[in-house]
């Protein structure tokens, strides 16, 4: 998959098409076929089930049963219609709550990400360094402020902390999404695939050359993806906490 990021078309038209789309998004009623909600849903459905390389104009315009140049009366272009993509994905309810105790509440935001990242697996393939500031993200972001406020933490220092949080689910997801794909595309299982090095292995830790790597135990490497994003996490907040402590300390 070559580089992918948000950003890449027409800013003002996206940043347009995202809050023109937040607002049709929530009127009742039957949808039209062809709508950008609808061109929207089709590119996202595309993505999940093959991956965003297989999303086109044409692709998408041809599952919807239009023609492909129907579609740019709605989105102007590919780029913008990743940028809506990324959007629509990152839905929140305007009355979700974090609650009050600032932890707990950086844990349902990490679990949410790595639910969101893991659910949608081209998500975190998408370079987000500069974002559009669309109404979910500008949602998820306040609740995500309100959870740390009155911990006495600078601006700078909540920001980082959300920030850090993203980047390693994100970081973690990529990688435990990869490795599914991989045993996809191969059809070779990852014990299979480690399997097929050990006798490379063995042989490397008989050697003496690697005594600290050779003293390690057989279950060394079994850690899931899951299992190592929420350990990973939990350091995290350990961290985050004692940030917190000190502010609170010194008020």
């Given amino acids: 998959m070559s580089h992918v990021h948000s950003g890449s078309g027409d800013i003002s038209r996206s940043l347009a098409l995202m809050w023109e789309y937040d607002d049709r998004a929530g009127t009742r009623g039957p949808k039209p076929k062809l709508s950008v909600v609808a061109i929207v849903d089709a590119a996202v459905a595309v993505a999940d089930a093959e991956g965003l390389d297989a999303v086109s104009m044409r692709r998408v315009a041809a599952d919807l049963g239009v023609g492909t140049m129907s579609l740019y009366r709605y989105v102007p272009g590919k780029e913008e219609l990743l940028d ?6 990152s839905e929140m309810p305007d009355d979700v709550s974090l609650g009050d105790a600032w932890r707990p509440a950086m844990e349902t935001m990490g679990r949410s ?3 969101l990242y893991t659910t949608h697996r081209w998500l975190p393939l998408v370079d987000q360094s500069r974002p559009l500031l669309g109404p979910n993200m500008l949602r998820g972001f306040e609740v995500a402020v309100a959870a740390l406020a009155g911990l006495g933490l600078t601006a700078q220092e909540q920001v980082a902390i959300i920030s850090a949080i993203g980047s390693f689910t994100q970081s973690a997801a990529r ?3 990869s490795a ?3 045993e996809e595309r191969t059809g070779v299982s990852n014990e299979e695939f480690w399997k097929a090095q050990e006798p490379v292995l063995v042989a490397a830790m008989e050697s003496g050359r690697f005594p600290h790597m050779a003293a390690l ?3 060394a490497f079994d850690m899931t993806g899951e299992a190592f994003f929420e350990f990973g996490l939990q350091l995290l907040l350990d961290g985050f906490g004692a940030l917190v402590e000190r502010r609170t300390a010194g008020s």
């Avoid at 809506?84 to 994905?89: G, H, I, N, R, W």
């Fill in 84 to 89: 809506l993509m990324l959007e629509s994905v």
């Fill in 113 to 115: 990400l790595w639910e």
């Fill in 175 to 177: 990688t435990h999404n």
């Fill in 180 to 182: 599914a794909v991989a």
């Fill in 217 to 219: 135990g057989e279950d």
